[in-house]
């Protein structure tokens, strides 16, 4: 997405017209193993000609083992930030200079901001999950009953965003229970006053929790790609009662999304979450507000219900 946009869009007068290339662009982008499908360009992109800035994002393929190489170049690239997700959220945090509390609290980074060639790690998933549920999902998160699928790096910024904003109990689900014990205990010690447990992803116990709960947050990459047919949650356990939201956003109706439906719950896709935590790090990158409709419609989005602004999570 890097160049001349495939996809026409009018951003009015005080827009650029195009995402020219030349000798003074910024460069900002998003590292992972498996980018090639992201929508991230495509929504930055699109913020960047808004509000008429010499920059571009690019998606960077990066496997684990070359991690340390690519964030080290960066910085000698003169890159101004990146985005990072799978396998990378946790593992980045051993090549950072900095790291915001919230990011060191969570153990994960989602951005990072580079400033005299020093990397600074920024977590914004958690912030994004808040927003998309108040914006798209209309749904109060002070005193909830949460399930969480999954112990990587964007459910233990989901665990964080959801005590912080006064959950009443979180339960955090993952095939490998160390993992998710692992998880419920440190956002245990950050937020006493909420309960939170851990649960193996298969079994009684999980369909228990779910029974129990009105928020169900799925935080990893089942149901997309080659897994496109497989839920982590047994339909019976769901209920006319439940939020649900997948974070996946290709396809767009999980198989997970798909069953809720069916059984009466409301269901959340992963686009506004993949809008609010990049207009964090758009934020964080350039100084300035994001446009949030304008990369909404990036991706096909439609205009927020309500009008108000990005959540205060994580002070951000």
Known sequence: MCGRRAVPYNWGDAGRESTEIDGATTVAGLIGDTVQGSLSPRIHNAAFAALGLNWCYVAFPVPRDRLGEALRGLAALGVAGVNVTVP????????????????????????????????????????????????????AVEGARA???????????AAFALTGAGAAAVTVANRNWDRAASVAEVVR?????????????????????????????????LGGEAQRAASPVPAHALHPNLLVMDMVYDPPETALLRDARARGCRALGGLPMLVYQGARAFQIWTGQPAPIEVMRDAVGLSPRIASEGLSGCFGI
């Open 189 to 221: 010690r950050a937020f006493p006053h909420c309960a939170v447990e851990a649960t193996a992803l298969e079994g009684p116990a999980l369909a228990a929790a779910v029974r129990e709960a009105s928020l169900l947050i799925q935080a990893t990459p």
């Open 88 to 139: 990378h959220k946790e593992a980045a945090l051993a090549y950072l200079d900095e790291t915001t509390d919230d990011a060191r609290g969570i153990g994960a980074v989602n951005t990072i901001r580079i400033v005299d060639r020093r990397l600074i790690g920024h977590n914004t998933d958690g912030a994004g999950v808040l927003d998309a549920l108040s914006a798209d999902g209309r749904v």
């Open 147 to 157: 399930v969480i699928i999954g112990a990587g790096g964007a459910a233990r910024a």
